[in-house]
């Protein structure tokens, strides 16, 4: 099971740039519409992951992470809905 602490994650953002990318839309206001593979079992062994962002101006903006930093993206958009 993959299971990462809140701490471990703050530590994460920096290096990887799908985390930081997401984190600068959220914080322009943004949503995750999407996430592939779902975001539902955590555990599951992913290697890559595409996760599709709304903005208030319509636009869609896709962020793809492969092997840890897939697994610690979906684990990120997970603690975060």
């Known amino acids: 099971m993959f299971y990462m602490e809140s701490n471990s ?3 994460m953002d920096s290096d990887f ?3 930081s990318e997401l984190q600068k839309y959220l914080a322009a206001g943004c949503r995750v519409e999407n996430v592939q593979p779902p975001a539902i079992a955590s555990d599951a ?3 890559i992951v595409t996760v ?3 903005c208030p ?3 869609k903006h ?3 992470a492969y092997k840890d ?3 610690a993206l979906r684990e990120f958009v997970r603690l975060k809905r």
Do not use: F, Q
Request: proline content about 0%; cysteine-free.
């Open 9 to 11: 994650l703050k530590n």
């Open 17 to 19: 740039k799908a985390i």
């Open 69 to 71: 930093e897939a697994r």
């Open 62 to 64: 896709i962020i793809r």
């Open 57 to 59: 101006d319509g636009n």
């Open 45 to 47: 062994e992913i290697n």
């Open 52 to 54: 599709t962002v709304v």
